[in-house]
């Protein structure tokens, strides 16, 4: 059970990048897929969640409106397209599945991709 997340790198303020993850070793279709992200010296957060059952979405306030979650069945790999990119949002993404958006625990996290937002 593995899941490889990449699409991380380098980009100036008010860039964009997509994120991907990809799963091996089981099914996304019945996981509720997330992504979290950690900057230097601040603690984990939730950045979204796209639901297995709706494809309902959910968004921290930081990037509602800039961030999409969306994920592919198919190709078994859920991405996070991000736009408009500040400083802030430079730190380390992983994804992650659960059962569900609202279950505190995670079923399998990827190794992490760095974004970094300079200029």
């Known amino acids: 059970v593995q899941l490889q997340a990449s699409g991380g790198g380098l980009v100036q303020p008010g860039g964009s990048l997509r994120l991907s993850c990809a799963a091996s070793?089981?099914?996304?279709?019945?996981?509720?897929m997330s992504w979290f992200r950690r900057a230097p010296g601040k603690e984990r957060e939730g950045v979204s969640c796209?639901?297995?059952?709706?494809?309902?979405?959910y968004y921290a306030d930081s990037v509602e409106g800039r961030f999409t979650i969306s994920r592919d069945n198919a190709k078994n790999t859920v991405y996070l397209q991000m736009n408009s990119l500040k400083p802030e949002d430079t730190a380390v993404y992983y994804c992650?599945?659960?059962?569900?958006?609202?279950?505190?625990?995670?079923?399998?996290w990827g190794q992490g991709t760095l974004v970094t937002v300079s200029s």
């Open positions: 796209i639901s297995s059952s709706d494809g309902s979405t």
């Open positions: 992650a599945a659960r059962k569900s958006c609202s279950d505190p625990m995670v079923s399998s």
């Open positions: 070793g089981f099914t996304l279709d019945y996981y509720a």
